[in-house]
C-alpha cells in the first residue's frame, strides 16, 4: 500500500549551514567587540574595500574606518540592546577618501557584526517613491478574497520589479513538502507549477533561518567564498554564527541543486503566518543578477504585506467554518435533547447533522453494546472488532485518523468505506462511542523529481549530492481519507463533553 512518506531528511537537517566560516563575494564582513569597537575578525576579501590585509585590518578599531559622527550614530544602536538587521548608509574612511558603502548592522551579545555592500550604482529613490509603488501592490491585494488570488497577484508584482526570469510561490504541507501553488516564468525555465518538492529541498534548519531573515540572495552560484580570519571567533572560541547574515555562503549541495536546475541566481522571500513558515516566494535567474539593497527591502516590505494578508485570508476562511460547525453542533445537541436519547437524536436526525459536522459518509453509535449506524459502515463482524480496538485505543479521548489501515490492520480490508475514522467517546465507561467514517481518496502527487532520491551518497559515503532530475515523478497514495481538521477534532471534543453531561443526566432521571 503506497503511502505518504516523510522526506524531511534527518542528514541534510542536521547540517551546520549557519557556520559555513565564509561569504559570498557581493560584500565584505566585519566582527567587532561590542564595548570597545576593535575589530577582532573579517572576510579575507576587506581589502577589496579597504586595501588592507584582513590580517592588517584585525585589531584596528571601527573608529578607525568610519567617522566620530557614524561611531556615535553606530554607539547608539548599539545601546538599544541585541537586534538585528539595522541598515545604515555610511561612508567608510579609505586613505582619507570617502566611500559610501551600505552597512547592515547585527548587535549581539559580546559583538558587532557588520555586512558591508559598496553603494548601488543608482542613487536611491525617496521614501515617497518607493511607498508609492508598495501601496498599489497593498492595494491590490487588499481586495483579494483567495489564497490563489493573493498568491498570483505577489508572484506578478515580484517579478514585474525584480525581472527574475521565474517566480514561483510555495506552500509547506504538514511534513514541509513544498507545492508549487502559483508560478510567472519564462525563458529556458520549466514549469513546475502543481508538482510538490520533498522537505529535504528545504530542510529544516535553513526553514529555521527564514524565521531570522525575510529573505535569501545568491547573485551568482559561481561566487568566489572568502573565508574568515582568523577562523576561529575569539569571543565565541568557535566558529562564527552567521545565521542572521545575508552574506553567508551557501552548501555545496545548494549550489549543485542549482545547477541541477540549470539557474544562475537565486532570491527565496519568506511568508509567515502566525509566527510559522507558510511558504517560500523562490525567484530564478538564467544568469548572475545582483539585486539592489533598495530592491531587497521592498521585498522584505512585500514579504510582510504578503504575509498579513495570508494570514487574514486564512483567519477569516477559520473564522467561517468554525462559524459553520458551531450552527450544526448546536442543531444535534437540541436534536439529542429533544429525542431525549443520543441514538434518537443522531439517527432520527433527517437533515443528517452528524454527516454535515465531520464530512463524513457514515457513523456508527455504540451505546451499552447496542450498535445502530447511518449511511455507509463496515459490516456487523468489522465494526465489532474496531469497536474493541477502539475501547483499548482510545482512552476516553477523541481519536482521529486519515489513514485507519497504518494503525489498525484489519481496517485494510474495508478502505474504501472507512480509511478516515473518528472516534468519540459519549460517556466514561469506556465502551460507548460515536464513529465516523471517511471513504479513501486516492491522490496523485506530481513530485519535482524523484523524492526518494533527493540526496545521494557517493561510494565513500562522506560526499553526497541531490537528485539531477526534476522530471514529473508520479505518486499515487492509498488508504488515506481527506484529513480531519483541527476545527473538526475540537468540534468532537466539545460534543464529546456534551455526551459526557448527558448521560451522566439520564443516569439521575
Known sequence: MPEMKNYDAQFCGNLAIHQTNSI????????????TFEIIQGSENIDQ??????QETVGTKLQDWFSSSDIEMLGAEVAKGERNRIPFLLPILVNGKAIPVNVLLHVKKDMLILEIEQEDSNPPRSF????????SFISTIEHTNSLEEICEASIKEIRRISGFDGIRMYRFDKNWNGSVVAEEITGELEPYLGQTFPASDVPKQARALYTNNPYRLIPNRSYIAYKLY????????GFLDLSDCNLRSV???????????HVMASMSIRVMVDGKLWGLISCHHNTPKYLSNEHRSIFEWLSMEISSRIAGVTMQETLTESTTLLKIQAAITENVFNKGSIVNGLIDDENQN????????GFVVSINGKITSEGA??????LENLLLWAAGKTSGAVFASHELGEVYDEARAYTDIASGVLVIPTSNNGSDFIMCFRPESIKDIKWGGDPNQAINFAKDGLKYHPRNSFKIWLQTVYGQAEEWSRLEVEAAESLKNFMFDFQSSQQYN
Open 24 to 35: 559570498q563575494d557581493y560584500g565584505y564582513l566585519l566582527v567587532a567587540d561590542k564595548q
Open 49 to 54: 574595500l579597504t586595501t588592507k590585509t584582513v
Open 128 to 135: 515617497t517613491e518607493v511607498f508609492k509603488e508598495v501601496r
Open 230 to 237: 582568523p577562523v576561529i571567533n575569539p569571543v565565541s572560541n
Open 251 to 261: 552548501a555545496g549541495v545548494h549550489l549543485e541543486y542549482m545547477a541541477n536546475m
Open 354 to 361: 452528524l454527516l454535515s459536522l465531520f464530512k463524513a459518509s
Open 377 to 382: 459502515v463496515p459490516d456487523e463482524e468489522a
